[in-house]
């Protein structure tokens, strides 16, 4: 898609209800469990890796929507797992706890489970893989601005990306597809219906024929 020549952001960046508060660019940008479907798809359209750097043709950044998926789930699943670690220590630790103190046994110390290390754990894990997911949004701001010629500076790009996460989101959802047009998808590659990946190159180039060569006599003798 060739750049259009704007100074300005189409879409306003506390305007993310234009399309109702039920339209994906609004719900994947307010929860955090479906960010990974609006992000990925602003990304594809924007031909950027799940690393957020640019694809050498944009048929190979169909693979960012499937990959960052992928990276979500497993973060999601990672986490719940510690929550749940800690959440059936800590009840059995008060359990064991109230039983000691029924019993009175002072010789008898229960022996509660430390839990603060997992805790610390999960605190690790949310830092690193948001950092990581704020650093996506912020490379696809800047690509956005690079693309349609907009002004601005990487600086703000990141304090309002850190600052204000959901509306950034969803003024770039809004800013590389024209909703009005267009419907909006859950599970596309670009968030919208496949007849209009060619908008965005996404599909594969198809080779020319080649020309059918005459076999000569001595090639036949050498067949």
């Keep these: 898609r060739q750049p259009r020549r704007e100074i300005h952001w189409n879409a306003g960046l506390c305007s993310c209800c234009d399309h109702g508060p039920c339209h994906p660019s609004f719900i994947g940008a307010v929860l955090p469990c479906c960010s990974c479907f609006l992000l990925s798809q602003v990304m594809t ?95 696809a701001r800047v690509a956005i601005r690079e693309r349609y010629l907009i002004p601005g500076s990487k600086v703000w790009d990141f304090i309002s990306s850190a600052l204000l996460f959901p509306c950034v989101l969803s003024q770039a959802a809004r800013q590389t597809a024209d909703y009005t047009s267009n419907s909006a998808r859950w599970c596309t590659d670009t968030g919208l219906e496949e007849r209009y990946d060619s908008e965005y190159g996404l599909e594969d180039p198809v080779l020319p024929l080649q020309p059918l060569r005459s076999v000569s006599v001595e090639d036949r003798e050498l067949l």
């Design 45 to 139: 359209r924007l031909n950027l890796n799940s690393c957020g750097c640019r694809c050498g043709a944009p048929s190979r950044s169909r693979s960012t929507f499937e990959v960052l998926f992928v990276k979500f789930a497993l973060y999601y699943i990672i986490r719940i797992g510690i929550l749940y670690v800690t959440w059936s220590n800590g009840s059995r630790g008060s359990s064991t706890e109230k039983e000691w103190n029924a019993s009175s046994n002072e010789g008898d110390e229960p022996e509660v489970p430390f839990i603060g290390d997992w805790r610390k754990v999960g605190f690790v894990i949310d830092g690193i893989f948001w950092f990581y997911v704020l650093c996506l949004l912020v490379r």
